[in-house]
């Protein structure tokens, strides 16, 4: 995920403080793995570098000075542009997962007992996203079935190599 996008894409609405932004990104993006502070205003400053947002006011407070950041013409065509690209698809193909499989049987290791727990660990997750999606609002229950998608096609994929097992066994050690 782009922070610089998602950030100036929030900015469309109107100006805000970079709490004001780190806190609307946690709330809509964040769920697990919320902004940092230092992340929010590292980034802010970059963007204001780079002429895509500008500082509307400055506010004195008890601490430290609090920016009140606009985007910028600039900013709102490089959103739009951001919008306009797809995301590049991500193929696996050469994944840890299957790294270990090969090491497994090269080794003498058991690469049943490897996907087995994975496909355990597969399961476990799947569970918990699943009771997440189930009190979760829509955005919750999107992102949810997104990440339920893969790991069903990481299971058939478990699957598949469990079921391939010897066959892969006697290519990797020739």
């Not at 500082?55 to 407070?61: A, D, F, R």
């Not at 490089?78 to 497994?104: C, G």
């Not at 399961?123 to 790991?151: P, V, W, Y």
Request: net charge negative; proline share 3%; with cysteine.
């Amino acid at each position: 995920m782009s922070i610089g996008h998602t950030l100036l894409g929030l900015l469309e609405s109107g100006p805000r403080h970079g709490y004001d932004l780190k806190r609307a990104f946690d709330e809509r993006f964040g769920h697990d793995r919320p902004l940092h502070y230092g992340q929010v205003y590292s980034t802010m400053a970059r963007l204001l570098k780079n002429g895509l947002v500008e500082v509307e006011g400055i506010e004195p407070g008890a601490g430290p000075e609090r920016k009140r950041y606009a985007i910028t013409d600039a900013g709102l065509t490089d959103v739009e542009t951001w919008l306009a690209q797809p995301e590049k698809a991500e193929p696996y193909l050469q994944t840890t997962l299957y790294t270990k499989v090969v090491l497994a049987l090269l080794t003498g290791r058991s690469a049943v007992d490897l996907l087995d727990t994975q496909r355990a660990e597969h399961l476990r997750l799947m569970r918990e996203l699943t009771r997440r999606k189930s009190s979760g609002d829509l955005a919750d229950q999107l992102i949810c079935d997104h990440a339920l998608f893969h790991l069903e096609a990481d299971l058939r994929w478990l699957e598949l190599t469990a079921a391939r097992l010897d066959q892969l066994a006697t290519e990797v050690r020739k």
